[in-house]
């Protein structure tokens, strides 16, 4: 274990690359069905694109050369891709090609059909992320994510280890099952946990979609205690969350956990391989704030579960759990030094 104070290191400037991303994602949202050749671009950014993916109509960010080798960016929960709004810059200046997609429930990302599901499960996730690869005819790539994404990105390298060339992961293994969910944890965890419980009730529900704004915000404060973050920061991705389907999805993931709520079918057998809790077989660098105030393991509970190349990075100086945003440059580099693992 490596302790890293990325903290104090002096950050380069993408103020611009952030207003151009709140620029793009606004225009997205106000048109979701517009293909990449319509959208504007900015000079730093890239271009905001579109695609269909699976079930669903994917918006996404792109920076970095085409013939680079791919890495995908992958937000959690109440969070969106302005998370990595520092970090995607760095990593296209090494020559990688990032893409940053906004996942089902948030931003310009909508559904094909009316009749699907709107499936919240961890598995549904993790297959968006593969039909994304296939649409965009990537075969391998580096995954990397914190909360939801970190525990999508974990999925596929465990079930699909032949599309994850590496792995960077916030809290590291975070693969659940129903049955694990139902195991009683000590009250002090269990308080943790206590919005999970807040939406397995028809009033979590609706307080959710109606203070849906208010409640992300006291995510944001409890998850990262020390993190200043600025009413502008916080409204870039609060927009986000007007997504028709946000409610729904963020609600269903967490009843589906407690096994309040049905899953799809067609997913019942990957979900059966993770009840199995797969080790994680591709190169990997996990990472974990000294001050992240959301539920998280200990990394020594799940250091075993990794076992090609690993390493894990305690990054030092109040971070917490958005780490990419809160430490852009800790998290920029552990996706170059894994990427180059392989």
Same mark, same amino acid.
């Given at each position: 274990?490596?302790?890293?104070?990325?903290?104090?290191?002096?950050?380069?400037?993408? @103020?611009?690359?952030?207003?151009?991303?709140? /620029?793009?994602?606004?225009?997205? *949202?106000?048109?979701?069905?517009?293909?990449?050749?319509?959208?504007?671009?900015?000079?730093?950014?890239?271009?905001?694109?579109?695609?269909?993916?699976?079930?669903?109509?994917?918006?996404?960010?792109?920076? *970095?050369?085409?013939?680079?080798?791919?890495?995908?960016?992958?937000?959690?929960?109440?969070?969106?891709?302005?998370?990595? /709004?520092d970090v995607a810059p760095i990593l296209a200046e090494k020559g990688l090609r990032v893409i940053v997609p906004y996942l089902r429930g948030y931003g310009g990302t909508t559904f094909l059909s009316s009749k699907t599901k709107r499936n919240g499960q961890q598995a549904a996730l993790a297959n968006d992320t593969i039909e994304l690869m296939n649409a965009l005819k990537i075969k391998t790539a580096t995954l990397a994510g914190f909360d939801w994404g970190a525990r999508t990105a974990g999925i596929v390298a465990a079930l699909w280890p032949e599309r994850c060339r590496s792995l960077v992961s916030v809290s590291g293994y975070l693969v659940g099952s129903q049955s694990a969910g139902k195991?009683?944890?000590?009250?002090? /965890?269990?308080?943790?946990?206590?919005?999970?419980?807040?939406?397995?009730?028809?009033?979590?529900?609706? @307080?959710?979609?109606?203070?849906?704004?208010?409640?992300?915000?006291?995510?944001?404060?409890?998850?990262? &205690?020390?993190?200043?973050?600025?009413?502008?920061?916080?409204?870039?991705?609060?927009?986000?969350?007007?997504?028709?389907?946000?409610?729904?999805?963020?609600?269903?993931?967490?009843?589906?956990?407690? *096994?309040?709520?049905?899953?799809?079918?067609?997913?019942?057998?990957?979900?059966?391989?993770?009840?199995?809790? &797969?080790?994680?077989?591709?190169?990997?660098?996990?990472?974990?704030?000294?001050?992240?105030?959301?539920?998280?393991?200990?990394?020594?509970?799940?250091?075993?579960?990794?076992?090609?190349?690993?390493?894990?990075?305690?990054?030092?100086?109040?971070? @917490?759990?958005?780490?990419?945003?809160?430490?852009?440059?800790?998290?920029?580099?552990?996706?170059?030094?894994?990427?180059?693992?392989?």
């Amino acid at each position: 274990m490596s302790e890293i104070d990325f903290a104090n290191l002096t950050r380069r400037s993408f @103020g611009s690359i952030a207003l151009g991303l709140t /620029a793009a994602t606004t225009l997205v *949202g106000q048109s979701t069905r517009v293909r990449a050749a319509a959208m504007p671009t900015t000079a730093h950014l890239g271009d905001i694109k579109h695609i269909d993916a699976g079930d669903l109509s994917v918006t996404y960010v792109e920076m *970095g050369p085409a013939d680079g080798s791919p890495v995908l960016l992958l937000h959690g929960w109440p969070y969106d891709i302005n998370s990595f /709004a520092d970090v995607a810059p760095i990593l296209a200046e090494k020559g990688l090609r990032v893409i940053v997609p906004y996942l089902r429930g948030y931003g310009g990302t909508t559904f094909l059909s009316s009749k699907t599901k709107r499936n919240g499960q961890q598995a549904a996730l993790a297959n968006d992320t593969i039909e994304l690869m296939n649409a965009l005819k990537i075969k391998t790539a580096t995954l990397a994510g914190f909360d939801w994404g970190a525990r999508t990105a974990g999925i596929v390298a465990a079930l699909w280890p032949e599309r994850c060339r590496s792995l960077v992961s916030v809290s590291g293994y975070l693969v659940g099952s129903q049955s694990a969910g139902k195991v009683p944890l000590p009250p002090s /965890a269990e308080l943790q946990w206590w919005y999970q419980y807040y939406f397995a009730t028809d009033r979590g529900r609706d @307080g959710y979609e109606k203070y849906t704004s208010e409640f992300a915000r006291l995510i944001w404060k409890l998850a990262s &205690p020390r993190w200043e973050f600025d009413d502008a920061t916080f409204e870039r991705t609060a927009a986000a969350f007007s997504n028709p389907d946000h409610v729904e999805i963020v609600v269903h993931n967490y009843r589906w956990r407690l *096994g309040l709520a049905t899953g799809e079918p067609r997913f019942d057998e990957h979900e059966a391989k993770l009840a199995m809790a &797969p080790d994680i077989q591709v190169p990997a660098i996990t990472l974990e704030g000294d001050a992240n105030g959301a539920p998280h393991p200990d990394p020594k509970t799940y250091a075993q579960k990794f076992k090609a190349k690993y390493q894990h990075r305690l990054i030092s100086g109040g971070i @917490g759990h958005n780490l990419p945003q809160e430490a852009p440059a800790a998290f920029a580099q552990a996706v170059i030094d894994a990427d180059s693992w392989v």
